[in-house]
């Protein structure tokens, strides 16, 4: 892949709906993203990102709005735009009953390579993802993380200057995650856009350089990892306490100090509140102190306390009073998309 350098943006969308039938997944959606990294859309199932990602790859025309990708409209030069994108979706779009080689050649050889020069960035692309050994083996052999790789692979056998990941991890074990995280970064190292969507957040918060979290077919907070962080406070506090019976007691008096959303973790002597909000005259440190002193004086005994930075999962529970778990999937959309 030969490194080359972006400016600019690479998508900008403004207004985009889409709706297939009364359902509504995308309801004036707006995107700036930036050329030359990693962009993170975040949200869960249902919130509109795959059909988001279908709009701008030019596989859905939408309803309402537009959309440029590298100054391209999607609707009038779709043609344009696909020469200059790549999409990985959600399932295997390699032909299974094929090898990894015979995959990567028949695809080359549709973009016009001759075959000895397919033959080659084939062996190339499998070396470079850790699959030269399984290169022989018929894809529906491979694992789920091989078969990411070999879906990467095909997506940039002709380097795309922006390549769509929707959801590219999901079903992966953590050492299959790491191995594509790795490979996302060595794309983008090369020169390449990425729009990466995801609906975990320890992934976004790992490959994104920005974030736009999505809910309900619309942007609700677009921004860095820590600029997002910031917005719902300086820090969080972690509590666990001694006797389980006291959390409601403890709830109760961490609502009232700090005037801000208390958590109730699934272990019964877990509490996690956000501190230092914009609203308060005090930083985060002085916060928890407060809150450890109160917890003191009512008796209530705590064995274990930390004060950290909030994560993505509380800040998308923050913006959307849920959690960023999979909700209702996107079956409806997938399936008119696919029509």
């Known amino acids: 892949m030969s490194s080359r350098r972006s400016t600019g943006l690479a998508i900008e969308a403004e207004g985009l709906t889409r709706s297939f039938g009364e359902t509504r997944a995308l309801a004036g959606l707006d995107l700036q993203v930036p050329a030359g990294a990693v962009y993170g859309v975040l949200g869960p199932n249902g919130a509109g990102k795959t059909t988001a990602v279908r709009v701008l790859a030019t596989l859905l025309r939408p309803d309402g709005g537009r959309a440029r990708v590298f100054g391209h409209d999607v609707v009038t030069e779709a043609d344009a735009v696909r020469a200059r994108v790549s999409l990985t979706g959600q399932y295997a779009s390699v032909d299974e009953d094929l090898t990894g080689t015979e995959n990567l050649i028949l695809l080359g050889r549709l973009l016009g390579l001759r075959k000895p020069a397919a033959r080659q960035r084939a062996e190339q692309l499998l070396a470079a993802f850790g699959l030269t050994e399984a290169a022989g083996r018929q ?128 272990d019964p002597v877990a509490i996690t509140a956000r501190v230092g909000g914009a609203g308060s005259d005090l930083d985060a440190g002085a916060q928890a102190a407060r809150v450890l002193s109160e917890l003191s004086r009512a008796g209530i005994v705590v064995d274990d306390f930390s004060l950290g930075q909030p994560s993505l999962d509380e800040v998308f529970l923050a913006l959307t009073d849920h959690p960023a778990a999979p909700a209702e999937d996107e079956r409806d959309e997938t399936l008119e998309a696919a029509r």
């Not at 380097?159 to 991890?169: A, G, I, R, S, Y």
């Not at 990425?194 to 957040?201: A, E, G, K, P, S």
């Open 139 to 266: 894809v529906k052999k491979y694992s789920g993380g091989m078969r990411r790789r070999i879906d990467i692979a095909a997506s940039i056998l002709n380097t795309p200057d922006l390549m769509f990941l929707d959801e590219p991890t999901t079903g992966l074990d953590p050492r299959s995650r790491n191995q594509v995280w790795e490979i996302v970064r060595a794309v983008v190292a090369h020169g390449t856009t990425v729009l990466l969507t995801t609906q975990y957040l320890d992934e976004a918060d790992k490959l994104a350089s920005r974030i736009a979290v999505v809910d309900h077919g619309r942007v609700i907070a677009e921004g860095t990892p820590g600029e997002l962080k910031s917005s719902v406070g300086t820090g969080t506090v972690h509590l666990r306490l001694r006797d389980a019976s006291v959390r409601p007691e403890a709830e109760r008096l961490l609502r009232t100090v700090l005037d801000a959303p208390v958590q109730l973790e699934p």
